[in-house]
């Protein structure tokens, strides 16, 4: 228990409370000795004097100084989880708010109608005192941009501020060891690998084997990226190296970074561990925006992006990048003129902000890889003309670059950083070949 926080002392406080009472046992335990002297100081010839003198000093130090409780109220935070149609002021209801000025502010703040939409499931979290007075209030949520945001409204003394911020997370490695008795799903969620990081797993080694085709005494060894922010995780990243044990057999993959925006997975040899689509949806592409859930190395912050952006001019060709069927061609308000096609039962992508159509293309029509789709362009809600490509397994989004599009072979130059990288992701496996169990590890 924190008795601080029952008593409500300041730190300062408590440390002086500490110290009188350090001070007044040092003296009792001084008296014994001084005593004598005090006491014929005082009262000369007295044989009770000493006792006399030693009661009332005592007395006196035991009356320790009164403590003024806090001018402030008390304040803690509390959390809620938003629920399907929830306001900002339904959820400070049931939480028991009642500030009306806060409300006013948040309301007339410059923070955009969008940004103070909540998001189902999301965690609204507030600072209040007991009496329901608002003191702070945050909340995640996705900019313009798809980019994750901190939403937070706080009290500087008399004033209230407001602000949206990408949010400072820190990545570290994540670490699992898990050994087949039953199920590879069912065990790697028992050891607390969250789903996201199991469809990542399950789709790097697709080409090759399925995860519950593993085996009783079949293992898996995996180190992945979780976000963390304000100590909590809050997000997962890449799987950064996997190695899977089927029948006697390793098979290894390290992720490797081709730039800050996309990578690929990449056996211990350097060679491609997925065959993926043909062919981009670009050609000449660049990736001005990958895939998020990770953390952006040069921003610092954590990216939300559910697909990539392709930087291209106008008019540029979107080609379909393997076969499949237009399952929607359509105008949506975000996405602007967009089209989805499905290459296989868990198979889909999208492309959004086309500028047109090709000629011909409807709901339903089979494409072949290399037809066009559409062209570039900047339809729905975008600061500039790009193609958004989301791939999504399962009906979940996943990273197009690690997923579907092909991989890349390696320049020499990147040879000798994957040599490095994978050396050091290698050490991390060995480690957890070597300690059976479930470990978790910070870095
Ligand atoms: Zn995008």
């Not at 900019?143 to 602000?163: F, R």
């Not at 998020?292 to 291209?312: E, F, I, K, N, W």
């Not at 089979?366 to 791939?391: I, M, Q």
């Not at 989004?397 to 130059?413: M, N, S």
């Amino acid at each position: 228990m924190n008795y601080r926080k029952l008593l409500q002392l300041p730190q300062n406080c408590t440390r002086r409370l500490i110290n009188h009472h350090l001070s007044w046992l040092g003296l009792a335990a001084s008296l014994p000795l001084f005593g004598m002297v005090t006491a014929f100081a005082v009262a000369p010839g007295d044989p009770h004097a000493a006792a006399a003198l030693r009661q009332r000093m005592v007395t006196e130090k035991l009356a320790l100084p009164a403590f003024t409780p806090p001018a402030t109220a008390t304040r803690y935070w509390r959390s809620e989880t938003v629920n399907r149609g929830d306001t900002i002021a339904r959820v400070l209801n049931r939480l028991g708010v009642r500030d009306s000025e806060a409300r006013r502010f948040l309301y007339s703040s410059p923070l955009s109608r969008d940004l103070l939409k909540l998001n189902t499931g999301a965690t609204l979290a507030v600072e209040t005192s007991d009496e329901g007075e608002l003191y702070a209030l945050r909340f995640l949520n996705d900019d313009e941009n798809g980019e994750k945001v901190l939403v937070a409204i706080a009290k500087q003394g008399d004033q209230w501020q407001a602000s949206a911020d990408p949010l400072a997370t820190e990545s570290i490695d994540s670490l699992r060891s898990i050994t087949i008795r039953r199920s590879a799903p069912r065990e790697l969620q028992a050891a607390g690998v969250p789903r996201e990081v199991v469809v990542q797993l399950a789709d790097i080694f697709a080409d090759r084997f399925a995860l519950d085709s593993l085996q009783p005494g079949d293992r898996i060894q995996l180190v992945f990226e979780s976000l963390i922010h304000n100590g909590s995780p809050i997000a997962n990243g890449n799987v950064l190296a996997a190695e899977i044990s089927r029948g006697g057999q390793w098979h290894r993959a390290f992720y490797f970074a081709h730039d800050s925006e996309s990578g690929a997975y990449y056996d211990a040899a350097g060679r491609p561990v997925k065959k993926g689509f043909s062919q981009q949806p670009v050609a000449n592409y660049r990736i001005s925006s990958g895939f998020g859930t990770r953390y952006h190395p040069v921003l610092h912050s954590l990216r939300m992006h559910q697909g990539v952006d392709y930087a291209a001019a106008p008019g540029t060709p979107i080609i379909a990048p393997a076969d499949g069927v237009i399952s929607a061609a359509e105008t949506q308000n975000g996405y602007g003129k967009v089209i989805t096609l499905r290459h296989n039962a868990r198979l889909s992508t999208l492309y959004a902000h086309m500028q047109r159509f090709a000629p011909g293309v409807k709901t339903g029509k089979p494409v072949r890889a290399g037809d066009v789709l559409g062209y570039v362009g900047s339809s729905g809600r975008v600061t500039g003309p790009h193609l958004h490509f989301e791939v999504k397994l399962n009906g979940q989004a996943v990273d197009p670059a690690t997923a579907a599009l092909p991989a890349p072979g390696l320049t020499d130059a990147q040879r000798v950083a994957f040599a490095q990288l994978s050396r050091q992701l290698s050490d991390k496996l060995a480690l957890l070949r070597d300690t059976p169990g479930m470990i978790a590890q910070l870095d």
